[in-house]
Nanobody, 123 residues
Framework: QVQLAESGGGLVQAGGSLRLSCAAS????????MAWFRQVPGKEREFAAA????????YYADSMKGRFTISRDNAKNTVHLQMNSLKPEDTAVYYC????????????????WGQGTQVTVSS
């Protein structure tokens, strides 16, 4: 089992940057693909970015390509989401998730979820 804890959310102006972090417990972190999803009230949780268990493959939602970068450090059991050129529409609760399913952009591919961290982008 994996427990996940996100941090790094906050309030930022449009055009700014934030770096989200997710700390994972458990000795099998490097067995899991990791991803970030986001959700706004009244909407479905949507895929943002994913990284394979080895870190060798990354995937992004179209609206995040070129602005967001996902990375992981298997030695430290952490995954990060660097978010640049933030827009007001990026405002959401961001969730870290771990899983072994496929495809990586599918919510059902993940089994473990953190509590989320709020990101607010002001215009």
């Amino acid at each position: 089992q994996v427990q996940l804890a996100e941090s790094g959310g906050g309030l930022v102006q449009a055009g700014g940057s934030l770096r989200l972090s997710c700390a994972a417990s458990g000795r099998t972190f490097n067995s899991y693909n990791m991803a970030w999803f986001r959700q706004v009230p009244g909407k479905e949780r949507e895929f943002a970015a994913a990284i394979s268990w080895s870190g060798g493959r990354t995937y992004y939602a179209d609206s995040m390509k070129g602005r967001f970068t996902i990375s992981r450090d298997n030695a430290k059991n952490t995954v990060h989401l660097q978010m640049n050129s933030l827009k007001p529409e990026d405002t959401a609760v961001y969730y870290c998730t771990a899983g072994t399913g496929w495809p990586l952009g599918l919510r059902g591919s993940y089994s473990y979820w953190g509590q989320g961290t709020q990101v607010t982008v002001s215009s």
